[in-house]
């Protein structure tokens, strides 16, 4: 594939696109959209990788192609909280130096990474179903359910096309916490005509259609119930449907209520300064919910990756220094094993086991909802949208292929897009040129 002529990156209407992480890969999702010599980028996140030795590796897209073809964002628009689409902004901005564009609990998240001193370029928030304009392009955020709150996909209008970025989504119509999919607006905007969607294939291999959020907090409560001894829950911090319902569970069985870990207690803040997570009973202080009975103790901690310093891994050591277990107590997997993080996690299991503590997980229970979406919803959303052609992105290349191969069955065209290559959408997606690609790897708290 040849190297990108200048009139393509500079001149030409195109649409063009370029993703310079998230295709062929899990994380580190930044994708470019561009236009006569006008770019911007939606999202711009981490690389998770575990090592054999249990730690974790951090990295971000390389911007070399953005210094090398002297192309500037305009713009970084981004699409939900999530480490995998915010995480490299903290390592990046200075390099992007753009405005950023998000809805405002995003907004909260990332200046939450960012240190207070220093002069960041703008953030601004934006609402839902109100498009702006920025240079060529207008955008428009629409709200999806997902994992996390204010989750949206985001409309571009260009250059006479219209592309449906999705981000991540699901579908659920009891998602508990959060938005449910704006499914009037996705029929109006298919009505319109999408030309491109550009689509989340984490679960494009599976069939059936999502676990909702209200089927896994009856799964939690009947897991819980029988319990006696002292309850542990991990799951993914920002999941704050995960701990309204732990919540609630734990005044509906007689337990009380406690978070462990520092992203468990932040994310919980931003939630309630957002209007999240104000249902009564809430949590109580872990030194309080210490001295209780274990029989009235829930606690809900960080660590459900295997992660050796997370409050879990360090329960499994026995060197928490606010919580020991004991035989009788119950671990829950409320979560998803990123692939890759076996080892440690297995170790994890099997020091708990060594304690006497039971381990209930999502392949025994169904405790756990993923916040992508398996193949019925991508048929109902596909229905909704009607678009001609996909570019399958978020995923290794088996989901991406997984994904375009059921779109096809549809009857949508379409090419599985690689990091690095420039695809031009003024037709049929065709690959049109090769810009440099790579990860970078970082501080964790660089
Ligand atoms: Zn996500
Ligand atoms: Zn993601």
């Known amino acids: 594939m040849p190297a990108p002529r200048f009139d393509q990156l500079h001149r030409h209407t195109g649409p063009y696109f370029v993703a310079l992480g998230g295709a062929g890969m899990f994380g580190a999702n930044l994708y470019l959209y561009g236009s006569a010599g006008q770019w911007i980028g939606i999202d711009c996140g981490l690389a998770l990788e575990s090592t054999a030795s249990g730690d974790n590796r951090v990295s971000v897209p390389s911007l070399t192609a953005l210094e090398k073809h002297d192309i500037k964002l305009s713009a970084l628009l981004i699409t939900h909280g999530h480490e995998d689409h915010i995480g490299a902004i903290p390592h990046l901005w200075r390099q992007l130096g753009c405005p950023l564009y998000t809805s405002p609990f995003t907004a909260q998240l990332i200046r939450s990474k960012l240190p207070q001193h220093l002069d960041w370029p703008a953030l601004h928030e934006i609402r839902p179903l109100q498009p702006i304009g920025l240079d060529a392009f207008q955008a428009e955020w629409i709200p999806v359910t997902h994992s996390i709150p204010e989750s949206h996909g985001i409309l571009l209008q260009v250059a006479g096309r219209r592309l449906y970025h999705s981000g991540d989504w699901k579908l659920d119509a009891q998602p508990l916490v959060g938005e449910v999919t704006a499914e009037g607006r996705l029929r109006a905007i298919g009505r319109e005509g999408v030309d491109v969607l550009i689509g989340d294939s984490t679960n494009a291999p ?225 690959r049109v040129a090769e810009l440099p690609w790579a990860l970078r790897e970082v501080e964790r708290n660089g």
Not at 335 to 350: A, C, H, Q, T, V
Not at 375 to 395: F, I, T
């Open 206 to 430: 599976g069939g059936g259609a999502s676990r909702s959020e209200a089927a896994v907090q009856d799964g939690l409560s009947d897991a819980i119930r029988p319990r006696a001894g002292r309850v542990v829950v991990t799951c993914f911090a920002s999941n704050l449907a995960r701990l309204h319902s732990l919540a609630l569970i734990a005044f509906d069985t007689g337990r009380y209520a406690g978070l462990l870990g520092r992203s468990l207690r932040s994310m919980h803040g931003v939630g309630r300064a957002h209007g999240y997570l104000q249902a009564r009973p809430g949590f109580i202080d872990p030194w309080e919910l210490g001295f209780l009975p274990p029989q009235q103790q829930l606690w809900i901690c960080t660590g459900s990756q295997g992660e050796p310093m997370a409050a879990l891994g360090r329960l499994a050591a026995g060197s928490h220094p606010q919580l020991t277990l004991e035989a009788g107590d119950t671990v829950l997997f409320s979560s998803r094993l990123i692939p890759g993080n076996e080892l440690p996690l297995e170790r994890i299991k099997s020091q708990l086991k060594g304690q006497g503590v039971h381990i209930i997980d999502d392949d025994m229970a169904p405790i756990h909802a993923s916040g992508h979406p398996p193949q019925d919803d991508l048929r109902e959303l596909y229905g909704w949208l009607r678009p001609r052609y996909l570019l399958p992105v978020h995923g290794e290349p088996y989901h991406q292929q997984a994904h375009l191969d059921f779109a096809r069955r549809l009857g949508i065209g379409g090419l599985v897009p690689a990091n690095g290559e420039l695809i031009d959408l003024s037709g049929q997606p065709c």
